[in-house]
T-cell receptor, first 111, second 109 residues
Framework: NAGVTQTPKFQVLKTGQSMTLQCAQD?????MYWYRQDPGMGLRLIYY???????DKGEVPNGYNVSRLNKREFSLRLESAAPSQTSVYFC??????????FGDGTRLSIL | TQLLEQSPQFLSIQEGENLTVYCNSS?????LQWYRQEPGEGPVLLVT?????EVKKLKRLTFQFGDARKDSSLHITAAQPGDTGLYLC?????????FGQGTRLTINP
C-alpha cells in the first residue's frame, strides 16, 4: 500500500539551480496536487491537476511549473531556485468529493 | 487569501488535560475535514463532517460542526503524548482543498 510516493525526501540546492520533484500515486485517482508548507502558513496550493491532461494554478504558482505525465505521475519543477522556495513540498491525490491522500513530503533547502 | 482561521496556533498542555481547538470561517462550508500531521509525515485525514450540528467521535477526539456550518471544533479528552502533532482543518472547494494554518499541539508527559 504505497499510496502517494514523493522523491527525493531531502534536497539542498544553490540559488539558480533547477530541479524536479517527482510524485506518483497508485490509487487510480484523477486529481493530483502540489502544496508547500511553511511555518505558520498551513498548506498552500501551488498547482493542481483535476484530471489527466489538465493543470491549473493554485494560490502560489510563481517560480514553479508542473507536468501531469500520466494518470499516476505529477511532477513539480523549479527552473531557477530562489531562497524563498525553501520549504517542505507535499504532493496529494484524490477523487472528486473524497479526502486527499498525501505523500510524506520533500524537504527542500535553497542556499 | 486565508478562508479558514484556526485557533489557537500553538497549544502546549500536560498529559491528562482536556483541550479544544477551533476552525472558523465567514463562509458556509459544504463540508469540513480535519487532518493530523505528525513530524516528517504528510497530513492524514481524521474525520469529515458534513451536516450542520453534526458530532463525530474518534476514541478521545470529538468533532463538532456548527449549526450554520461556518465553524467546527475538535475536543480532545485526557490528552496523551501520542496526540502531539499539527491539526489542520480544510474545506473542499472543488477541485481544491483550502486549509487553515493549523494548530500545533504538544502534549507533555
Amino acid at each position: 500500500n504505497a499510496g502517494v510516493t514523493q522523491t527525493p525526501k531531502f534536497q539542498v540546492l544553490k540559488t539558480g539551480q533547477s530541479m524536479t520533484l517527482q510524485c506518483a500515486q497508485d490509487m487510480n485517482h484523477n486529481s493530483m496536487y502540489w502544496y508547500r508548507q511553511d511555518p505558520g502558513m498551513g498548506l498552500r496550493l501551488i498547482y493542481y491537476s483535476a484530471s489527466e491532461g489538465t493543470t491549473d494554478k493554485g494560490e502560489v504558482p510563481n517560480g514553479y511549473n508542473v507536468s501531469r505525465l500520466n494518470k499516476r505521475e505529477f511532477s513539480l519543477r523549479l527552473e531557477s531556485a530562489a531562497p524563498s522556495q525553501t520549504s517542505v513540498y507535499f504532493c496529494a491525490s484524490s477523487e472528486r468529493g473524497q479526502p486527499q491522500h498525501f505523500g510524506d513530503g520533500t524537504r527542500l533547502s535553497i542556499l | 487569501t486565508q478562508l479558514l482561521e484556526q485557533s489557537p496556533q500553538f497549544l502546549s498542555i500536560q498529559e491528562g488535560e482536556n483541550l479544544t481547538v477551533y476552525c472558523n470561517s465567514s463562509s458556509v462550508f459544504s463540508s469540513l475535514q480535519w487532518y493530523r500531521q505528525e513530524p516528517g509525515e504528510g497530513p492524514v485525514l481524521l474525520v469529515t463532517v458534513v451536516t450542520g450540528g453534526e458530532v463525530k467521535k474518534l476514541k478521545r477526539l470529538t468533532f463538532q460542526f456548527g449549526d450554520a456550518r461556518k465553524d467546527s471544533s475538535l475536543h480532545i479528552t485526557a490528552a496523551q503524548p501520542g496526540d502531539t502533532g499539527l491539526y489542520l482543518c480544510a474545506s473542499p472547494r472543488y477541485p481544491k482543498l483550502v486549509f487553515g494554518q493549523g494548530t500545533r499541539l504538544t502534549i507533555n508527559p
